[in-house]
């Protein structure tokens, strides 16, 4: 049987990954994940690519507060806005944000070395790409362009043979991890139901130079590993280099560590 192995989210966007045993599904991905994130002095969202620092950053969010972590100490602040929404920029595509305190932005700003302020998506949103698989009505956090990363344990032994240093899984920024399927299985799926939850895949993701920068030391990797090794098998016609699929979740629901998952393949 194909299952859950690990679930991760990511509540600001870029930092670092937290494991979860279960998790609520919004119509936006898994609760809380990359629901943060941070703006330069031009409203754009910064991501680990260009400011690998965000890696140190753990950030937990609840219904009232946030908590943001590094390993030098910590800052507490209140998910209430007080503030209208400001327009901001994800890559090329524009979208909004709403100021958090700036206390959470000031701490954001010192342990970043740059200046900077913490947004927060709340009710704010926006569409999924058609050519990223959207639907009407389907919406987005701030992730680059899917609500869910999946991705198979197998798949990733497959590249971990490959490599003279294999690298973990949150190399990947994956929200679902599974195992029992082959290596690149997930490739070839449609939709999958995991506990009464619905979810279309609907793309393969696309890697960048994130994938080979350490999540822990924040070091980037001097060979461009892994992705230099996943351009050799995985690379496309039209030169992505796919590992991992995206999905768009089509009901709200919960699932846990150890679900199993029935799967449509095309």
């Known amino acids: 049987m194909i299952s859950v192995s690990q679930l991760f989210i990511y509540p600001l966007k870029s930092s670092a990954g937290i494991s979860l045993e279960n998790s609520l599904v919004t119509l936006q991905g898994l609760n809380h994940d990359r629901t943060l994130a941070v703006i330069d002095d031009n409203n754009q969202i910064i991501t680990g690519r260009e400011y690998p620092k965000l890696l140190r950053i753990r950030a937990e969010v609840t ?12 800052k507490s ?3 209430q806005v007080s503030a209208d929404p400001i327009d901001i920029k994800i890559f090329s595509h524009t979208t909004q944000g709403c100021q958090l305190d700036n206390g959470l932005s000031e701490w954001l700003s010192e342990t970043l070395e740059i200046s900077c302020k913490l947004i927060a998506l709340h009710d704010i949103n926006r ?8 639907k009407p009505g389907s919406r987005l956090n701030y ?36 195992k029992g399927c082959n290596a690149y299985e997930e490739d070839n799926w449609k939709t999958i139901n995991i506990n009464g939850c619905l979810f279309d895949v609907h793309a393969h993701c696309p890697r960048c130079i994130f994938t080979t920068i350490d999540p822990i030391s924040q070091i980037k990797s001097p060979d461009k590993e892994p992705l230099a090794t996943l351009s050799q098998y995985r690379k496309q016609a039209e030169g992505k280099v796919n590992f991992g699929v995206y999905l768009v979740p089509r009901n709200k629901g919960h699932i846990s560590i150890g679900d199993n998952l029935q799967i449509n393949p095309e």
């Open 143 to 178: 992730g680059d362009a899917s609500p869910i990363l999946l991705l198979s344990e197998a798949s990733l032994d497959d590249l971990n043979s490959r490599l003279d240093h294999p690298v973990g899984i949150l190399n990947f920024r994956p929200n679902i991890v599974v």
């Open 77 to 79: 602040g209140s998910t």
């Open 63 to 74: 219904e009232r507060e946030i908590q943001l972590h590094s390993d030098r100490n910590s």
């Open 127 to 134: 569409p999924i790409l058609e050519k990223h698989g959207g």
